[in-house]
């Protein structure tokens, strides 16, 4: 079922009762990614914001994909990026025990959905965008590392996986996004006087934010 058939009950529902269950969870996993202390504990405010920032990405999963398998990996994916960005922001680290196995279930979903719809031209796109933003994101570390770290570029082959199977237009509106929210968050730090000009901000979640932008911007996708 595409994105426009589906009744606006069914998004709610779809939405809220996932992030519902999931939310205490990856409170948890958050706070303790961020301390390394697998006894912390997630307060209430933590709790209700995962929950809805789960909720409002699942509720765009569906309204990008409809029901088929690729609204699995955007769902997943968005589930990620709620713990990669509040752990980015704690402590400036990507962890991998996130990142890996996203990009393995993302690639899992992607491929369920060619196998079943044919989107087979989609999944290879997907790839070869993975591997150049990955190429691209791994040079420009290797130049600066003090400016990308390689937790970046890990999340950004994931995001190239995702943002190319959607079209290149999106993989580079996405890239562009994320450089446009990063700037606008470091000038306003600069100029709030939370942060000087050679103070080391996270670049993750500005990524995250410019590949949703992107998917936002890129409108439910056509029917396989």
């Known amino acids: 079922m595409s994105a426009d058939d589906l009744p606006p009950v069914a998004v709610l529902v779809g939405a809220a009762l996932p992030a519902l269950l999931l939310a205490p969870w990856l409170a948890r996993v958050t706070v303790r990614l961020a301390t390394r202390d697998d006894s912390a504990a997630a307060g209430a405010t933590r709790t209700v914001a995962v929950g809805g920032l789960l909720a409002a990405g699942f509720a765009g999963a569906l309204l990008l994909g409809g029901l088929r398998p690729a609204t699995v990996a955007f769902a997943w994916a968005l589930a990620a990026a709620v713990v990669l960005g509040a752990v980015d922001l704690a402590v400036h680290r990507l962890p991998d025990r996130v ?126």
């Open 99 to 224: 990142t890996f196995p996203a990009y393995a279930a993302t690639a899992v979903a992607l491929l369920a959905d060619a196998a079943v719809l044919g989107s087979w031209p989609a999944l290879l796109r997907g790839v070869l965008a993975a591997a150049a933003a990955y190429g691209v994101a791994a040079l420009a570390a290797l130049a600066s590392p003090e400016g990308l770290g390689y937790g970046d570029v890990k999340l950004l082959g994931l995001l190239g996986l995702l943002l190319g199977w959607v079209g290149w237009g999106a993989l580079l509106a996405g890239v562009f996004l994320g450089l446009l929210v990063g700037a606008a968050a470091s000038l306003s730090l600069v100029a709030a006087r939370r942060a000087g000009w050679r103070t080391a901000l996270p670049f993750g979640p500005p990524l995250l934010a410019g590949a949703v932008l992107a998917l936002a911007l890129a409108g439910p996708l056509p029917p396989p």
